[in-house]
């Protein structure tokens, strides 16, 4: 279960009871925190991810961005990265996998047959 505070909800998105129809649609929950302006939006991850995709409009990339910068980034493997791109070079296998130098080197050689 994620938590997610969207600040000034009210003031920033256009329409809010279609953004708190569609987030209870989708099994998350849009509540006021408190008495402030401030919401909080919780759900499982997937949902989440739903929401994202449903939420089309301009006046709501903000919640979109606010969602995206609370999501786990997708672990992949460099051999995952390999099979996709075999001819990816070790710094460009370290930076978007996020291994070590070694690690990708590793993997190229085992992807390689040595």
């Given at each position: 279960?994620?938590?997610?505070?969207?600040?000034?909800?009210?003031?920033?998105?256009?329409?809010?009871?279609?953004?708190?129809?569609?987030?209870?649609?989708?099994?998350?929950?849009?509540?006021?925190?408190?008495?402030?302006?401030?919401?909080?939006?919780?759900?499982?991850?997937?949902?989440?991810?739903?929401?994202?995709?449903?939420?089309?409009?301009?006046?709501?990339?903000?919640?979109?961005?606010?969602?995206?910068?609370?999501?786990?980034?997708?672990?992949?493997?460099?051999?995952?990265?390999?099979?996709?791109n075999p001819t990816m070079s070790v710094s460009q296998?370290?930076?978007?996998?996020?291994?070590?130098?070694?690690?990708?080197?590793?993997?190229?050689?085992?992807?390689?047959?040595?």
């Amino acid at each position: 279960m994620l938590s997610i505070t969207l600040n000034s909800f009210v003031h920033r998105v256009g329409d809010k009871s279609a953004v708190l129809a569609l987030a209870c649609q989708l099994n998350c929950q849009l509540k006021r925190i408190r008495r402030s302006r401030h919401w909080q939006l919780t759900g499982e991850e997937d949902a989440l991810r739903t929401l994202m995709t449903q939420l089309d409009s301009e006046a709501n990339l903000w919640i979109i961005k606010a969602i995206e910068k609370h999501l786990p980034a997708p672990s992949i493997t460099p051999e995952q990265l390999l099979e996709d791109n075999p001819t990816m070079s070790v710094s460009q296998l370290v930076s978007e996998s996020g291994c070590s130098l070694a690690q990708a080197r590793e993997a190229i050689d085992k992807f390689e047959g040595f």
